[in-house]
């Protein structure tokens, strides 16, 4: 059984930069493809950013964050890692990560991320 716990998140002004963690549980998470997501209120979650499977992989942004998101993996420490800079009361949310497509039953508590003044 996989695990993911995200850490990283608060309350930042807008135009200030956050770094979340995902710190991964098991054997094989160095095969999966992995994915953050975000859910804001009232709205469905939705995929942030992907990144295939080797550390400095190929790796796709939703057109919300391209240029100012950036999603990395360090498979020694079974991490992955959102840098998320030029931050916006829009991304405003609770972000999670999991496998890339998504597997329902590893999504974990995620880390709130609140942008405002």
């Known amino acids: 059984q996989v695990q993911f716990v995200e850490s990283g998140g608060g309350l930042v002004q807008p135009g200030g930069s956050l770094r979340l963690s995902c710190a991964a549980s098991g054997r094989y998470f160095s095969i999966y493809q992995m994915g953050w997501y975000r859910q804001a209120p009232g709205r469905q979650r939705e995929l942030v950013a992907s990144?295939?499977?080797?550390?400095?992989?190929?790796?796709n942004y939703a057109d919300s964050v391209k240029g100012r998101f950036t999603i990395s993996r360090d498979n020694a420490k079974n991490t992955v890692y959102l840098q998320m800079n030029s931050l916006k009361p829009e991304d405003t949310a609770v972000y999670y990560c999991?496998?890339?497509?998504?597997?329902?039953?590893?999504w974990g508590q995620g880390t709130q991320v609140t942008v405002s003044p």
């Open positions: 999991n496998r890339f497509p998504p597997r329902g039953d590893y």
């Open positions: 990144i295939t499977s080797t550390s400095g992989g190929n790796t």
